[in-house]
């Protein structure tokens, strides 16, 4: 199952980290936009999805995680919808 995953970040240690967590864990069939709000990039899906804080993980269309996860949360969270393996939901 492939999932379309948009990750809202700013020019943080925080955001960083998290950037490279998702794709560690992020299968092949999965897209994975990244939008830096510092540099005004997606204003209209911030709207849309409600983001509040930096780094926030939206998986088709859906808010999952907002703040930092833990790298075993998006672990599971990839086993349980099955990317492939080890990927995001």
């Known amino acids: 199952m492939a999932m379309n995953i948009e990750l809202f970040v700013s020019d943080c240690n925080l955001c960083a980290k998290t950037k490279e ?7 092949p069939k999965c897209s994975l936009k990244v939008y830096n709000l510092a540099k005004g990039e997606g204003a209209e899906e911030v709207e849309k999805y409600g983001i509040t804080a930096v780094p926030t993980i939206v998986g088709n269309g859906r808010k999952m995680f907002e ?4 790298f075993k949360e998006l672990v599971q969270c990839s086993l349980e919808h099955g990317c ?4 995001l939901r």
């Open 21 to 27: 967590m998702v794709k560690k864990v992020k299968g």
């Open 67 to 70: 703040g930092v996860p833990e």
């Open 84 to 87: 492939k393996g080890r990927s």
